[in-house]
């Protein structure tokens, strides 16, 4: 998958660069020929540096913080894994050339919609909606959000979860090792949609 994404470094133009997210061990230790933006959470020695990230109610907020400067950015957007996704377009658009101003308020302007990050109400029911491809980290920053939503009082919390079946045998050992890790979750319910228990091999061994 590196090398496909990465062809762009390879085969585009002279003037091209990347900017990339050197919290990421792949991206941090690769070969670029291009000019390389960084961009990070933990990595403090990053062009860009996002900190104090939170979640306040519908906001998701921090400081983006570059050559000396510190920059606060709030998104109607839940979820706390979005601070790189900010933090990298923050980047992109001071290499076009925008102003910290007009980057804040592109990002106030920002709303999600469909079935990608939004959340939103049906029935009188509060829905935060996810769709898209499967993988234990998706799940678990799906989760990590659904924690950080708050509720009404006596209201309940409930998680509709895919597993992760596109991974021919290893499917059911990722999967089992993905529930484990559910308990470390404030959901009230989990329901699972997904291949039907005739699907399980008879001689899997779930311990």
């Known amino acids: 998958i ?3 994404k990465l062809s762009f470094d390879r085969l585009g133009e002279k003037n091209k660069f990347a900017v990339i997210n050197i919290d990421d061990d ?3 230790n690769y070969n670029f020929n291009s000019r390389v933006v960084t961009c990070g959470i933990t990595h403090k020695e990053a062009d860009y540096v996002a900190e104090n990230v939170r979640q306040d109610g519908i906001w998701l907020r921090m400081d983006i913080s570059y050559k000396g400067k510190s ?3 709030q998104i109607n957007i839940p979820g706390e894994h979005n601070a790189y996704n900010a933090v990298l377009a923050f980047a992109m658009a001071k290499e076009w050339g925008l102003s910290d101003e007009e980057i804040q308020e592109g990002f106030m302007a920002y709303k999600s919609q469909g079935i990608r990050q939004n959340l939103c109400e049906v029935a009188g ?3 935060y909606i996810d769709c898209f491809n499967i993988s234990v ?3 678990k920053s799906c989760l990590r959000t659904l924690d950080s939503i708050e509720v ?3 209201s309940r919390k409930i998680a509709v979860l895919s597993g992760e079946n596109a991974l021919g045998e290893d499917a059911y050992p990722v999967n089992y090792e993905a529930g484990l890790t559910l308990g470390d979750y404030n959901a009230d319910e989990f329901i699972f949609v997904g291949l039907p228990e005739t699907a399980l091999p008879e001689d899997y061994n779930y311990y």
């Open 2 to 4: 590196a090398h496909d």
């Open 26 to 28: 792949i991206l941090r």
């Open 71 to 73: 920059v606060p950015i």
């Open 125 to 127: 029911r509060v829905m």
């Open 137 to 139: 980290d998706s799940i």
């Open 152 to 154: 009404a009082p006596g």
